[in-house]
């Protein structure tokens, strides 16, 4: 218990202190002397030489021993305040102030006390904040690190058996795009709160913490379950001693079926779902950050499997990891040379098929796999933590065609997709125009595609980049239009040159009105704001016809071109020329005939 102020202020007052006591003792002992020399005086020929002797002697000596008797009570004080002391000072916070005197030293004790407390409460905040998610209230992930080094110990390879699941949330960053970020917290919330309750059958409080009292990190292994937030959408449970496959299997059902159900979010009902990792300790590995990466392993594979479901670790996902780190080696030395190739889809005028531009899209072809799929390496970079490395390799070399197709006396606009990660970074612009005016491109040549999810994450910070960007005449491009969540008041703030419909309502023509519907709206608003508009994905004449009708400016699509390698662009646009060139002499050739025959 903290003492207040005047309990520890009256001591040492009066009686209590210890000057006054000395002083008493001192005049006490002095007296008692006194008398003892005047009776031995007055009395010295009655008594014997020794008797006398003692008499004279006995105020000495008992005064010697009261003043070490007291003073070795005062002396006790104060060691066990410097054992305290030392205490503290060897990392033993929560050490007992074992002193208990009403004198000054006991005031100057209940002061340490006080002192003691404060610094646990400071060291205990610390400790919180070190080890906490400020999000959920859950562990974080120097907590999942803690334990794994716990494993690591070989003292803990019986103590900490168990196992380890990895969970990712399905369908997380759909959700924070599109109702924002707060929207997101609250969603990790209460599927925090659901892992633990209807997963674990636990509150939240009543897991494992991995704490002590004051917040440290205990030295053993633990004995409940803990729930922790390893990193944005991803959770890590360590279940101990439970490593029976059906036992894990029967919690991660749980788990699943929790998340399964819709959340209630900003007034919205929010579905998700979730893929877990499975991996056990010691009967997958015995090392501690190998666990943690078979886990994360069997994660993916759950979520390539199609999502919503749990996975264990077995050896054929440890050869699917043993390739995938060789491609993340290669592939981050490919970026780092810009050894990728761009292929370019072209971008043709609705209405005179003329070409207006190209996309680039970044390809990879490995010496000994071949080609790989975009959507494989792109992902291996982003979890490899070099996405944007891999963003800026990709557009360094869109600008570096342009200028060589400049030499050739072609002026041909490229568009680069522009990720999430590489458009909000404070660098971003800057760069843009650095990388331009290095290798002297005319603005207007590049065009930048973000998607509407990006510019509504961050509407303000959007618009600002946007208007360096266009200030600056590079043109700009809403891409996949349609998929996400539009504010149109919003959008009509926005500087930017096309709106880009997204593939998903150009396959509704023809087959839903609904689609039909949304399209003619969106022409004609992006008309009517200035905006011309790009149709992306066409495949079939008859969505190009309809395209046609409505006014769209410009189709891509595989009914006009794959993405091509620059070779095969050159010879198709070659190709077209000629078909075009023939086309319309045969079209003036049949004209005059018609002329000759009326005449």
Known sequence: MTLAPAD????????????????????????????????????????????????????AGLSALITYLAANRLAGAIRALRASTDAIVAGEFDTPVDVDCACEVGGLADSFRAMQQRLNGNLLRMNLVAYTDVVTGLPNRAVVSHVLGLINDKRGVASCRGALLFIDLDGFKRVNDTLGHEAGDELLRQASDRIATLG???????????????????????????????????????????????????????????????????????????????????????????????????????????????????????DALVERTRLENDLRGAVERDELVLHFQPKLSARTMGLRGVEALARWRHPDLGDIPPDTFVKIAEQAGFGIALDSSILRLAVQRIRAWMDQGVKRRIAVNISAPQFMRPEFVGEVLSLLDAHGVDPELLELEVTERIVMADFAEARRRMDDLQTAG???????????????????????????????????????????????????????????????????????????????????????????PEAELEAWEAKRGRVGAVGLLEGLSARLSLVAQAG
């Open 200 to 318: 674990l059958g636990s509150a939240p409080g009543e897991l494992e913490s991995c704490v002590n009292q004051l917040g440290e990190l205990r030295q053993a292994c633990p004995t409940r379950p803990v729930l922790a937030r390893f990193a944005g959408d991803e959770f890590v449970i360590v279940l101990p001693q439970q490593d029976g496959a059906q036992e894990v299997q029967d919690t991660a059902d749980r788990i699943l079926a929790a998340l399964r159900q819709p959340f209630q979010i900003a007034g919205s009902e929010v579905a998700i779902s979730a893929s877990i990792g499975v991996a056990r300790f010691p009967l997958d590995t015995a090392k501690a950050d190998e666990l943690l990466s078979f886990a994360d392993i069997a994660m993916y594979d759950a979520k390539q499997s199609g999502k919503d479901r749990c996975r264990f670790f077995d050896a054929s996902l440890w």
């Open 8 to 59: 520890r202020t009256t001591k040492g007052r009066g009686l209590n202190s210890i000057p006054v006591r000395f002083a008493l003792m001192a005049g006490g002992l002095t007296g008692a002397g006194a008398f003892a020399a005047d009776f031995a005086l007055h009395g010295a020929e009655r008594m014997e030489p020794f008797t006398l002797a003692q008499i004279a002697l006995a105020p």
């Open 474 to 564: 590079v043109r700009i491009s809403i891409d996949d239009f349609g998929t996400g969540y539009s504010n149109l008041s919003q959008l009509s703030q926005l500087s930017f040159d096309m709106l880009k419909i997204d593939k998903s309502l150009v396959d509704g023509i023809g087959a839903s009105a609904k689609s039909e519907a949304i399209l003619t709206a969106v022409i004609q608003m992006a008309h009517a704001l200035g905006h011309t508009v790009v149709a992306e994905g066409v495949e079939l004449a008859e969505q190009h016809a309809f395209l046609q009708q409505l006014g769209c400016d410009e189709v891509q699509g595989y009914l006009f071109s794959h993405p091509l």
